[in-house]
């Protein structure tokens, strides 16, 4: 019988090429957090939990026309912007010797319809920094104000159920959703049953035996509005007609600092 153990379960070598220390990932160790948006021209990683929160805000909301996570760098030294790597390791090399802080990164840069632009600080409710972080923050804000990406700083609430939260993943999804199920039918059935006035999202889909998830692809295609700021979307949630309107998927002043 051979005595040469079989090579299942057996623990590996190390080698040159393998020292046994795991290779961190390009992300330092932390896992990506992905999600999709075609304002953000498709797929897209971020690094927190929060910043794929204020992501599905971005995608929403009807008034942001693309958006971008960590879009540019802001030299503190320098007071002068940074949007390729290039530029950042050059400007790192020039600040090596300098104390203190030295660079910010913004989170997102917004782009609006109107042609105006945003740049924004994401932070979770009870982990917004200290006073270090924040001074870093006030010295690049007029760097950022010159180059017409003025600050706006949005906190992912830590209360799970709270309905901005609870709503946005929701109403991120049903956009994907509305080709497959929003047909003309029941827009008009939904319009019909509404002329009248408001109806709770219980009483909608009983009269006309909706399943509960269509209500969101109904709010994100304007058929339905309803106050998705301070309620959530269960069966008490009252429902109007929107007649195309989408101010009701205007979700970050609720979420802005």
């Given at each position: 019988?051979?005595?040469?153990?079989?090579?299942?379960?057996?623990?590996?070598?190390?080698?040159?090429?393998?020292?046994?220390?795991?290779?961190?990932?390009?992300?330092?160790?932390?896992?990506?957090?992905?999600?999709?948006?075609?304002?953000?021209?498709g797929h897209l990683n971020v690094e927190s939990d929060a910043e794929r929160f204020v992501a599905h805000l971005l995608a929403i909301d009807p008034r942001?026309?693309?958006?971008?996570?960590?879009?540019?760098?802001?030299?503190?030294?320098?007071?002068?912007?940074?949007?390729?790597?290039?530029?950042?390791?050059?400007?790192?090399?020039?600040?090596?010797?300098?104390?203190?802080?030295?660079?910010?990164?913004?989170?997102?840069?917004?782009?609006?319809?109107?042609?105006?632009?945003?740049?924004?600080?994401?932070?979770?409710?009870?982990?917004?920094?200290?006073?270090?972080?924040?001074?870093?923050?006030?010295?690049?804000?007029?760097?950022?104000?010159?180059?017409?990406?003025?600050?706006?700083?949005?906190?992912?609430?830590?209360?799970?159920?709270?309905?901005?939260?609870?709503?946005?993943?929701?109403?991120?999804?049903?956009?994907?959703?509305?080709?497959?199920?929003?047909?003309?039918?029941?827009?008009?059935?939904?319009?019909?049953?509404?002329?009248?006035?408001?109806?709770?999202?219980?009483?909608?889909?009983?009269?006309?035996?909706?399943?509960?998830?269509?209500?969101?692809?109904?709010?994100?295609?304007?058929?339905?509005?309803?106050?998705?700021?301070?309620?959530?979307?269960?069966?008490?949630?009252?429902?109007?007609?929107?007649?195309?309107?989408?101010?009701?998927?205007?979700?970050?002043?609720?979420?802005?600092?």
């Amino acid at each position: 019988m051979s005595r040469t153990p079989a090579p299942y379960g057996r623990r590996g070598r190390q080698s040159a090429a393998n020292t046994g220390i795991r290779p961190t990932a390009s992300t330092y160790g932390k896992a990506k957090v992905g999600t999709y948006s075609e304002k953000a021209s498709g797929h897209l990683n971020v690094e927190s939990d929060a910043e794929r929160f204020v992501a599905h805000l971005l995608a929403i909301d009807p008034r942001v026309r693309a958006f971008q996570p960590q879009p540019f760098c802001v030299d503190l030294i320098d007071q002068r912007m940074l949007f390729t790597k290039e530029a950042m390791r050059e400007a790192w090399r020039k600040h090596r010797d300098v104390q203190g802080p030295k660079f910010y990164t913004v989170d997102f840069r917004i782009d609006w319809l109107d042609g105006l632009r945003h740049a924004v600080e994401v932070k979770a409710e009870g982990f917004e920094g200290d006073d270090v972080y924040w001074d870093k923050v006030a010295r690049a804000r007029p760097i950022l104000d010159a180059n017409g990406y003025p600050l706006r700083t949005l906190v992912l609430p830590a209360n799970t159920a709270h309905p901005i939260r609870m709503n946005a993943r929701a109403l991120k999804q049903a956009t994907h959703q509305v080709r497959t199920y929003l047909t003309d039918e029941l827009a008009e059935r939904v319009t019909r049953r509404c002329a009248d006035g408001p109806v709770t999202v219980r009483t909608l889909c009983s009269d006309l035996d909706l399943l509960p998830g269509l209500i969101p692809v109904l709010l994100v295609s304007g058929v339905l509005g309803g106050n998705l700021a301070h309620h959530t979307i269960c069966g008490t949630l009252e429902l109007s007609l929107a007649y195309g309107d989408l101010s009701h998927l205007c979700l970050l002043e609720g979420v802005e600092k």
